[in-house]
């Protein structure tokens, strides 16, 4: 639909058309609507605005609103018959205060002006004015309405209840006419501000954008949601009180009993007011907690008090709330740091941006009302921030003046607070033309901060479990190098569930002697504490088991061994695997776990491998095995848990061969093929209405890139101590044959010093050396005797203990392990920059 184009609402069934006359049908109240630009110039002008102010749109678009609209003009006289709204004396600023952009709230009034051309001489109108809040050059929503047709005596004849109880927005269009089923003049005036919902003003902006491009009605608004037509609590409360004086009056100059309602006039409007704010709690209360979040938590709390409460809402917490951590027990004092964590506000948008910032921590000295209530768990009202009081708050804001923001507003501040422990509090400000804060909105802020203070708190220690979950889970799964001898290796690992974040898969690589690695990917049956304890505990045994260079089977052996010993309840599946990247294999043993699937480099043909399977670790008296597999440099390994795989209610096949299609897809690097591996996985189960993964995910891939020929060297040496020159000279000379002169006289240095330790402590076989040029030099001495060397302090005098402290001090990295017919000691040097 064209928004140029004014043309009248067709009209709605059981409604008179837009010729008709829309005082005849009480089930029609024609509105004007108008939108004011940032320079005070009306930007829209509907067929309604025509019809109730006599203006055509071409005179009215860019003309200054304040000539047009009812800014002010006489109100009704007192013999004007209006029902109970007869008396009304506009409340509250006017709307030029809305127009002059003075207001950042919702405003409402009536007036009457003169209409040129006009049907009548005078009109009586009442409007409603919405601030707007956008990038856009739209500043202020104008809604207007006939007060003759809005406000008639009430019909003689009573209506049915459910015609009485039947409000329905048939249409609002380019026209802007709203249609409802209604009782009376009284019941209608107090359901039309029902427009818009009580909302920010972003949120408000956005909707209202919404009408005026499309033409189309908003169906979005919550139930609970209701348009100020007072910007402030009291305003009708007041106008009710004063429209039963006004009957009160006239039935005593009549000489007529007075009205029921005159006697328990005082008792009924204190009702109201504490059932309005407990709806007011009600609705707050149903708008915050959605979530755990501790975020979205905060700004649910906000963006509930503004603007119907407040007009602006700055909350704080302590530190450690936000960290996510514990803090000691006790009051807070002038040392406790406090971060903003949010602040709304009707304000114009980037007011508070650079005074107030959100992320910002300080403490606050003990003079303030922020300190005082912090200490108490009480509210503290300020009626209105003097100049002196505005000094002493801007004191802490340093260079920021933050006084043209406060002084002369209303402020209340509320302890957010759960279990006696105040874990923060919001500083609510209202606009100086608003009414000022009083002792009953201090009672609903206190009741509104402690229902907020509970839901911060449970998103706060949910925060925190999940913290400590994460932490626990994080030092149990180890820091993996992207880079070991021969292959490189990525890793992922997805928890499970939202609730824990802790589970009993596992990964790990551990550095074994020869440049050979062990691969190994474990899953405790089970989830939680108790399943993540079990895998540190099975996890550091592998680690201890495959620095004695056990062989596979033998291995997965010795930890069942050890499950069936911790007890009964120790039950997991296992895939250990060695990889010799000088030999080209690898050794793999299977302990009920998934089969890993290798990725031939050559042609991208996956293959499942096909291993014994063996019983889970904790059975007990099932033999395990080892398989050997040749591999060519370039071949990808992929171990993973039945998590990534198998989902309840879908075959494991299907996983399974998803996981072998989409880990032959080429990729950029290890970790994009990770990640393309579980996103293929989660399409897979999601398109099969099975996307909520309940297991763990430990995933590991290796490419195995092996080590060429030319870049080992190997010499046995017998048990003789005048072999040492000898070796120390073929160090050298290797390494002057690779490029690697530099590294060759530290090399020989600690090459001698390990060969001299295995000639005299070796028994019959002869010692092995072995050099090996990869990310790093390796170098390996190897021989039979199975007592591993430990560094000593070696003393001025002493002949001995100083071999290993010079491989200590001069190597990147050196360890021993033990092997099948003894041990072996390495070292590690940095290869030199070329």
């Not at 979530?291 to 905060?298: A, E, G, H, Q, V």
Request: charged content about 25%.
């Amino acid at each position: 639909m064209d928004r140029g184009t004014e043309r009248d609402a067709p009209p709605s069934r059981g409604a008179h058309s837009a010729a008709a006359d829309d005082t005849a049908d009480p089930g029609r109240v024609p509105l004007a609507v108008v939108v004011v630009d940032r320079d005070g110039l009306i930007s829209h002008w509907s067929t309604g605005a025509r019809r109730l102010f006599g203006v055509a749109k071409e005179e009215a678009i860019g003309a200054p609103a304040i000539d047009l609209l009812p800014v002010s003009g006489a109100l009704p006289e007192p013999e004007d018959t209006y029902g109970e709204y007869g008396a009304y004396d506009g409340l509250g600023p006017g709307l030029d205060s809305s127009l002059d952009q003075g207001l950042g709230y919702p405003a409402a009034g009536r007036a009457r002006l003169t209409v040129p051309g006009h049907d009548r001489e005078r009109a009586d109108v009442l409007w409603w004015a919405y601030p707007l809040v956008g990038p856009g050059r739209e500043r202020l929503l104008v809604l207007a309405a006939d007060a003759t047709a809005v406000l008639r005596p009430e019909p003689s004849a009573p209506e049915s209840p459910s015609s009485a109880a039947a409000v329905a927005v048939e249409r609002i269009a380019p026209g802007f006419a709203l249609h409802t089923d209604f009782p009376g003049a009284e019941e209608l005036a107090r359901r039309l501000p029902d427009i818009l919902p009580s909302m920010s003003v972003g949120e408000s902006a956005r909707i209202v954008a919404q009408v005026l491009e499309l033409g189309y009605p908003v169906l979005e608004f919550s139930q609970n949601d209701r348009v100020p037509v007072t910007p402030d609590w009291g305003v009708a409360r007041r106008a009710e009180r004063k429209a039963r004086r006004e009957r009160a009056a006239r039935a005593a100059a009549a000489g007529l009993p007075l009205p029921d309602d005159a006697a328990d006039d005082g008792e009924d409007l204190e009702h109201a007011a504490v059932r309005e704010r407990l709806e007011f709690l009600n609705e707050v209360s149903g708008r915050i907690g959605t979530s755990l979040d501790l975020s979205r938590t905060i700004i649910e709390v906000s963006k509930a008090v503004v603007p119907r409460f407040t007009d602006v809402a700055g909350t704080y917490l302590r530190e450690q709330v936000v960290a996510g951590e514990g803090f000691p027990d006790g009051v807070p004092d002038t040392r406790t740091m406090w971060h903003r964590v949010a602040v709304e506000h009707t304000d114009e948008p980037g007011r508070w941006d650079d005074v107030v910032p959100v992320g910002e921590a300080m403490p606050f000295p003990a003079h303030t009302p922020f300190f005082q209530c912090m200490t108490t768990g009480q509210p503290v009202l300020v009626p209105r921030i003097s100049e002196q009081m505005g000094h002493a708050i801007a004191a802490q804001f340093e260079k920021r003046d933050i006084r043209p923001l406060i002084t002369g507003r209303s402020m209340l501040v509320v302890p957010l607070k759960a279990r006696n422990v105040v874990l923060g509090f919001m500083v609510l400000l209202r606009h100086p033309e608003r009414v000022e804060f009083n002792d009953m909105d201090r009672v609903t802020g206190a009741e509104l901060a402690a229902r907020a203070g509970l839901v911060l708190d449970n998103a706060r220690m949910y925060t925190y479990q999940e913290s400590v979950a994460e932490t626990l889970q994080d030092s149990m799964l180890p820091h993996i190098p992207p880079r070991m001898a021969g292959c490189d290796i990525a890793t992922r690992y997805l928890p499970g569930t939202l609730l824990g974040r802790v589970g009993g898969d596992w990964f790990d690589s551990v550095k074994l002697p020869g440049a050979r690695t062990a691969l190994v990917v474990g899953d405790v049956m089970g989830h939680g504490l108790n399943s993540a304890a079990m895998m540190g505990q099975l996890r550091t045994a592998v680690q201890t088991m495959a620095a004695l260079d056990l062989p596979p089977a033998r291995l997965l052996r010795n930890l069942d061994d050890l499950a069936q010993r911790l007890g009964d309840s120790y039950l997991a599946t296992c895939l250990y695997a060695v990889y010799d990247p000088i030999a080209g294999e690898l050794h793999l043993a299977n302990a009920g776990h998934i089969p890993p699937v290798l990725v031939r480099a050559e042609d991208g043909r996956t293959e499942l491998l096909d291993l014994p399977t063996g019983a889970p670790i904790g059975v007990g008296g099932v033999p395990f095995e080892t398989v050997t597999v040749r591999v060519e440099p370039g071949d990808r390994l992929v171990m993973c848990t039945d998590g990534l795989v198998e989902v309840r209610g879908e075959d494991i096949g299907v996983g399974l061969a998803t996981l072998c299609e989409s880990a032959a897809h080429p990729a950029a690097s290890m970790d994009d093929a990770c990640d393309t591996i579980i996103r293929a996985l989660a399409a897979t189960f999601t398109e099969a209405g099975h996307g909520d993964r309940k297991d763990d995910v430990a995933l590991l891939m290796a490419r195995l890139n092996g080590i060429e020929p030319d870049d080992v060297a190997e010499w046995r040496f017998a048990l003789d101590p005048a072999e040492v020159p000898r070796a120390r000279a073929a160090v050298r000379e290797q390494l002057h044959d690779w490029g690697l002169a530099k590294l060759a006289y530290v090399a020989e240095l600690m090459v001698g010093e390990l060969v001299t330790n295995a000639v005299r402590h070796s028994h019959r076989l002869p010692v092995a050396l072995r050099l090996v040029r990869g990310e790093t030099l390796l170098c390996e001495v190897d021989d039979d005797d199975h007592d591993l060397p430990t560094l000593l302090s070696a003393g001025p005098e002493d002949e001995a203990g100083r071999g290993l402290r010079v491989v200590s001090t001069l190597a990147r990295e050196w360890g021993t392990s033990r092997t099948g017919a003894g041990k072996s000691v390495w070292f590690e040097l940095t290869l030199p920059r070329r």
